[in-house]
């Protein structure tokens, strides 16, 4: 079973809004709405920034958006900002032998 | 409030065992499942197993079937982990991370992570 496919990196100016994409099976992301978004910082803790396609934890910014069309997921920011810059990585829960993959991780730079 | 704080740093050598803890507080330890999460150096996440809140069930990550073992200890509210076989391709930092809840299949609070180095 294979890692989520997300883009290696994308990139941004301030104020602009970008998209991650999370690519699976019907086995995992096209299965369920069980498909979360974590952001770490380098050196630091993931943080659950979305959860269920697209709820957002109590004080997450509104700013941080989730959907899901198929088996591909999708992360928007808007607004962004220099605080933003960071790994993001979708997980998603499977019907397969392992039951929880996270994706592959985008590195977010802001120009 | 939740915190999840975990063992510190562990050296082991290729073959040997090891084991991690992650010790809960702020809520009810025993009504949450419980996961492990490594990332080796400068890679993503990886997702390795899951207890359930009973203690009564676990389910591994496919690749570490055999040589993973995840328990807890609900009177101290910790959570166990131990990676048996070691190679130098599990050096790594260790997460522990509680799932939301009502079986949520999402990880809402993390421990700060430990880093297991394994080398000759």
């Known amino acids: 079973q294979s890692a989520l496919t997300q883009p290696a990196s994308v990139s941004g100016s301030p104020g602009q809004s970008i998209t991650i994409s999370c690519t699976g099976t019907?086995?995992?992301?096209?299965?369920?709405?069980?498909v979360s978004w974590y952001q770490q910082h380098p050196g630091k803790v993931p943080k659950l920034i979305i959860y269920?396609?697209?709820n957002r934890p109590s004080g997450i910014s509104n700013r941080f958006s989730g959907s899901k069309s198929g088996n591909t997921a999708s992360l928007t920011i808007s607004g962004l900002q220099t605080e933003d810059e960071a790994d993001y990585y979708c997980?998603?829960?499977?019907?397969?032998?392992?039951?929880?993959?996270f994706g592959t991780g985008t590195k977010v730079t802001v120009l | 409030q939740v915190q999840l704080v975990q063992s510190g740093a562990e050296v082991k050598k290729p073959g040997a065992s090891v084991q991690l803890s992650c010790k809960a507080s702020?809520?009810?330890?025993?009504?949450?499942?419980m996961h492990w999460v490594r990332q080796a150096p400068g890679q993503g996440l990886e997702w390795m197993g899951v207890?359930?809140?009973?203690?009564?069930?676990?389910e591994y990550a496919e690749k570490f079937q055999g040589r993973l073992t995840m328990t807890r200890d609900t009177s101290t509210s910790t959570l166990y982990m131990e990676l048996s076989s070691l190679t130098s391709q599990d050096t790594a930092v260790y997460f522990c991370?509680?799932?939301?809840?009502?079986?949520?299949?999402?990880?809402?609070?993390w421990g700060q992570g430990t880093l297991v180095t394994v080398s000759p």
């Open positions: 991370a509680r799932e939301g809840p009502d079986a949520a299949k999402h990880f809402d609070y």
């Open positions: 702020g809520y009810t330890f025993s009504n949450y499942y």
């Open positions: 207890i359930y809140p009973s203690g009564s069930g676990t």
């Open positions: 019907s086995g995992d992301v096209g299965g369920y709405n069980f």
């Open positions: 269920d396609v697209s």
């Open positions: 997980n998603s829960y499977t019907r397969y032998s392992t039951p929880y993959v």
